[in-house]
């Protein structure tokens, strides 16, 4: 079973930046595609960002120009770069593949953007 470690988040003020990292166990990790996801409180678990596995990246509207997606194949790393925060940001926030594996969730890391 792939494991998947976030780590990076926090409280943050809104305008305020958080970068999330995470670690997959997946040996062919530079073979997929790979997305963060986030859940807010009430909500239901939305896609945020995506990258391919040759870099390609995608964004849901509302974090477009806000937020950059990464990855480091040879570390086995993705990390999602978050500027500007605001408010409706707070969620816990996922990595997974894309599509995503049911098996492959892990604790995921919150973030809070409140004053």
Do not use: H
């Not at 943050?12 to 958080?18: C, D, E, F, K, W």
Request: hydrophobic share 30%; with cysteine; charged share 20%.
């Amino acid at each position: 079973q792939v494991q998947v470690v976030e780590s990076g988040g926090g409280l943050v003020q809104p305008g305020g930046s958080l970068r999330l990292s995470c670690v997959v166990s997946e040996g062919f990790f530079s073979f997929y595609s790979m997305g963060w996801y986030r859940q807010a409180p009430g909500k239901q678990r939305e896609l945020v960002a995506r990258i391919s596995s040759t870099g390609r990246t995608n964004y849901t509207d509302s974090v477009k120009g806000r937020f950059t997606i990464s990855r480091d194949n040879v570390k086995k790393i993705m990390l999602l770069q978050m500027n500007s925060l605001k408010p409706e940001d707070t969620a816990v926030y996922y990595c997974n593949f894309y599509p995503l594996r049911e098996d492959s969730w892990g604790q995921g890391t919150q973030v809070t953007v409140s004053s």
